[in-house]
């Protein structure tokens, strides 16, 4: 592992530029790869699931730490155990035996010299199923680059048009500019989705959308961007499953889950647009999509919007 990328840290677009063994920034990842949760999931998109499941990996904190983040027991408190990157390597195989049919990196950004690293061992030890980056897309070009030829599929979010609202929720008024060429990026290595002849991902990109209420997303937006950089051939899930989590609660306008309008609105977009492959879920105004994070701490209060 690359120890100088985290003496330094600049790994993501905060460039703290902290040294990870001593401090912690914006992240507030320690050095040490932390992972909350390792298992099959079935609440992905078809051709990730699949019958037997995708094996995924939780990784504790996250360099965005949005406001209303669903998996914030573990992205903004940090729940998890730390584990040495020749235990991650066996644990991906374990997932492998299991019968997963791809490997799922969850919020890895912050931990990307490390598990470029485990990927350059687990590869070159015979690891079969597909790699997946399942990333917030805010990452820099530089830090993608050293993943080229280790990640298959990349599934990352776009998850705001508009600065005020990155800027306001997830102190990342750049994050458009910033997403978009992550995501360029992902497409110049692997391309489009491709799909084998189980219907299950084994390349390419696939970009979620999270709709947010009052379009605070600013989906159809990005709907455009998303049209006039990469045309229609580009794979996309539009997400309906936001609740008010974490500290939504202190903003009333992200206090509701979405309505069956705005996501309407969102769905014939795409397919006007012409999109061709675009996955869709059904309206949940609840965390029927949520892992059950492992949390160390009881006594944990949480905050709900008022009904
Ligand atoms: S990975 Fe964490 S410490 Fe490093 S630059 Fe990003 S937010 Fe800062």
Redesign the pocket.
């Known amino acids: 592992m690359n120890s100088a990328l985290l003496r330094d840290?600049?790994?993501?677009p905060?460039?703290?530029g902290?040294n990870?063994f001593s401090e912690t920034?914006?992240?507030q990842?320690p050095a040490e790869l932390k992972i909350n949760l390792a298992q099959l999931h079935f609440g992905e998109e078809p051709p990730i699931s699949g019958t037997r499941g995708s094996a995924t990996v939780f990784f504790s904190h996250c360099?965005l730490r949005c406001v209303f983040c669903q998996n914030y027991l573990i992205s903004r408190e940090g729940h998890g155990h730390t584990i040495s990157e020749t235990d991650l390597v066996d644990l991906f195989f374990a997932l492998e035996e299991q019968g997963a049919h791809n490997l799922n990196l969850v919020t890895p950004t912050?931990y990307s010299p490390q598990v470029q690293s485990a990927l350059e061992l687990a590869k070159s030890s015979g690891l079969k199923i597909p790699v997946l980056w399942n990333s917030s897309a805010y990452e820099k070009v530089e830090t993608l680059r050293r993943l080229e030829g280790l990640v298959d599929i990349y599934l990352p979010d776009y998850k705001y048009a508009h600065k005020i609202y990155a800027g306001k929720y997830s102190h990342a008024a750049d994050y458009p500019i910033v997403a978009l060429a992550a995501i360029k990026e992902m497409y110049r290595q692997v391309g489009n989705l491709q799909l084998n002849d189980e219907a299950l991902a084994e390349r390419g990109i696939l970009i979620r959308l999270l709709v947010l209420p009052h379009s605070l997303a600013g989906t159809k937006k990005s709907l455009n961007a998303i049209y006039d950089e990469f045309g229609t051939n580009m794979a996309l899930s539009l997400m309906a499953q936001y609740y008010p989590a974490a500290d939504a609660y202190r903003y009333p306008e992200l206090c509701r889950g979405i309505e069956p309008g705005e996501y309407q609105e969102v769905v014939e977009l795409a397919l006007e647009l012409g999109f061709k492959r675009v996955y869709v879920q059904q309206l949940s105004s609840d965390d029927l999509w949520t892992p059950k994070f492992k949390s160390s701490d009881s006594t944990m209060t949480i905050n709900h919007c008022q009904k």
Do not use: K
Not at 9 to 12: A, L
């Open positions: 840290c600049r790994i993501c905060r460039e703290c902290i990870r920034g914006f992240c990842a360099n912050h």
